[in-house]
């Protein structure tokens, strides 16, 4: 796990803003996070697909609706999908 430059770590949280301000039309996002090993030291960067449920900045997660909770720290890009699956042109 490595932390964001200060550059990465702003994009960020702009695309966490625009998440906020969207997460009651519950958006089907595409997010790019770090997933620990269970076994040993490390982990892997994978891409999670789902429709936001809640973001909750105090606990610092992403609920999606299928009930996976996304660490905030553990997130690198977040990017939202329309209805058909087609990532948008613009990340939030």
Same mark, same amino acid.
Request: aromatic fraction near 6%; hydrophobic fraction near 40%; glycine fraction near 20%.
């Given at each position: 796990f490595t932390e964001l430059a200060e550059d990465e770590a702003a994009a960020l949280d702009r695309q966490l803003r625009l998440l906020e #301000?969207?997460?009651q039309n519950r958006p089907w996002v595409v997010l790019t996070c770090?997933? +620990?090993d269970q076994r040993k030291a /490390? /982990? %892997?960067y994978v891409e999670v697909q789902g429709r936001v449920k809640r973001l909750d900045a105090t %606990?610092? %997660?992403i609920t999606l609706a299928d009930g996976r #909770?996304? +660490?905030i720290n553990y997130i690198l890009e977040i990017k939202e999908e329309d209805t058909y699956g087609e990532t948008g042109e613009d990340n939030i």
């Open positions: #301000e969207r997460v770090f997933q +620990p /490390g /982990g %892997a %606990a610092g %997660a #909770e996304i +660490p």
